[in-house]
């Protein structure tokens, strides 16, 4: 006597190939002849090592934004990688200035302290009079909107 089979649902050729058909019929990547989506334009920051080479910096009559960055520091990573980046038209005349305190040399514990740093990320932004906006300072992780809602409220205050 043989035992019936059992019917097991998604097995087969039908279900895989519904899935490739649906997904080449909806005109997805990377099924379709389309391109890749573009990369976020690059954005320029000039690295900061010391308080010194900070004050000069600031000096320059310049709005700056100030990014204390570290390479253990996740949501420091995602606004280096996604946030700058898809916010490139938004930061163009604005001096960038990242301080990478990665190594935790003495430099980087006096730029940490100079700024009051209390966590990381941190972004001060500066007037082009060299001084802190007041209130503006951004600290913790952000998506694009997040960061681009207190960047337009930033440049108001420049």
């Known amino acids: 006597m043989s035992t019936p089979r059992r019917h097991v649902p998604w097995r087969g050729p039908i279900p895989a190939l519904t899935v490739v058909v649906g997904t080449v019929g909806c005109g997805g990547w990377p099924f379709a002849h389309d391109d890749p989506p ?19 910096r600031l000096a320059t009559h ?6 204390v960055y570290a390479d253990w520091c996740g949501p420091c990573k995602v606004l280096r990688r996604d946030v700058f980046p898809s916010l490139a038209s938004e930061l163009q005349g604005v001096q960038l200035i990242t301080i990478d ?7 980087d514990r006096a ?15 500066y007037g082009a009079d060299g001084h802190e906006l007041d209130g503006m300072r951004f600290t913790g992780s952000a998506d694009a909107t997040a ?3 207190h960047l337009r409220r930033v440049r108001a205050a420049w």
């Open 62 to 67: 310049q709005p700056t934004v100030v990014d």
């Open 101 to 107: 305190i990665t190594e935790d040399t003495v430099e």
């Open 111 to 125: 730029l940490w302290e100079h700024l009051g740093v209390k966590a990381l990320p941190t972004v001060v932004f």
């Open 147 to 149: 960061f681009a809602h």
């Open 38 to 56: 573009a990369p976020p334009e690059p954005v320029a920051f000039v690295e900061v090592g010391t308080v010194d080479a900070l004050a000069a």
